[in-house]
């Protein structure tokens, strides 16, 4: 569903900025990634408390800000 921010549109970008542009490094990095991070967090929704925290609210507390950085930076560098 929509709010798997790092795990859906966000992964990509950060597999951009970790391997480079080139697509025969960054797509393996992106499905690693978002793969991971979702692993990661239905891990955390399971663990943390004794009542299980639906997935979608711990991905979109840090994906939402992640998202918002990549806006405001994108236009910052749009303005250059």
Do not use: Q
């Amino acid at each position: 569903d929509g709010h798997h921010l790092l795990g859906g549109p966000g992964g990509p970008h950060i597999a951009r900025m970790l391997a480079g542009a080139d697509h025969d490094r960054s797509m393996p990095v992106a499905m690693l990634f978002g793969a991971g991070f979702m692993l990661l967090m239905d891990d955390l929704a399971r663990s943390l408390t004794t009542a299980e925290i639906p997935v979608g609210i711990l991905t979109s507390a840090i994906g939402a800000p992640f998202f918002g950085y990549l806006l405001i930076s994108g236009r910052r560098e749009a303005w250059r």
